[in-house]
């Protein structure tokens, strides 16, 4: 594998939860060497900072209050940029997504796009939310006598469509670990809904907001006494299970 990003190629990279510190050798060579990156806009600015002086920067978020693009719009900028023109190579493209490309990150949407459009890719991991938020928090998020299940789930879903609460069939397992992304702001009545599923009121629970940069903020409690205005601004990541052991 080269080390450098290679022209004509487009890298799917996870930047991890927001701490460049935690980005791995791998990304940080790709953001050095990349002609063109398409941030997602929760990739922090000291991440994108460590970028090549010469990178062509294109943000392409789509949350709330930041410019719209489509995931279409999304694939015609890898395509424009890393197609050949006129006789030279294409441009190395890096799409880099916050936390693990893999996780809740469209991911394979894009992988199918490159794949039909013959385009040469490689897929970097990164540290997703999950592990960065247990690793500050000093937690395991699976334990011998507690937890031998990690669920990672969403109440985000495609079309516009917001469910409160992840479905599962049947009772909530017990042994289970639950983290939720993109969880909302409706804290009360998503912990309610959970309850409702059969999850004990006492189970230990952390809203974290702004996970491991400077102005991370921990809401550590219950479900029971878990609430809305406790829980700092977006972006928000929920654990909940009997394997955390928060002081």
């Known amino acids: 594998m080269s080390t450098e990003a290679q022209p004509g190629h487009v890298y799917l990279v996870g930047a991890g939860p927001g701490d460049p510190d935690l980005l791995t050798l791998r990304a940080l060579t790709l953001l050095q060497t990349s002609d063109v990156i398409l941030p997602d806009d ?3 600015d000291e991440i994108l900072a460590l970028a090549s002086p010469t990178a062509n920067i294109i943000p392409v978020g789509k949350r709330c209050g930041q410019p719209r693009i489509t995931q ?5 900028l890898m395509l424009e940029h890393a197609s050949p023109k006129d006789g030279e190579p294409g441009s190395s493209v890096l799409r880099l997504k916050s936390g693990d490309p893999l996780v809740f990150g469209r991911a394979g949407e894009e992988i199918a796009f490159l794949r039909e459009a013959h385009i040469p890719f490689e897929i970097v991991p990164g540290i997703s939310a999950a592990f960065a938020v247990a690793a500050n928090l000093q937690t395991p998020l699976t334990d011998r006598t507690a937890a031998s299940k990690l669920i990672l789930a ?5 079309a516009g469509k917001l469910e409160l609460t992840p479905k599962w069939s049947g009772a909530f397992p017990e042994d289970a670990t639950l983290v939720i992304y993109m969880p909302g702001r409706h804290f009360r009545a998503l912990a309610d809904d959970l309850i409702a599923s ?3 009121p006492a189970t230990p629970c952390a809203a974290v907001s ?4 400077p102005d991370e903020h921990v809401h550590a409690t219950t479900l029971a006494a878990l609430e809305d205005d406790a ?4 972006p928000v990541i929920v654990l909940i299970g009997h394997a955390l052991q928060i002081g």
């Open 210 to 213: 702004k996970a491991t940069t």
């Open 231 to 234: 829980v700092g601004p977006s």
């Open 42 to 44: 929760l990739v922090s």
């Open 198 to 200: 059969g999850i004990d």
């Open 72 to 76: 279409a719009g999304i694939h015609a």
């Open 154 to 158: 969403t109440a985000h879903h495609a």
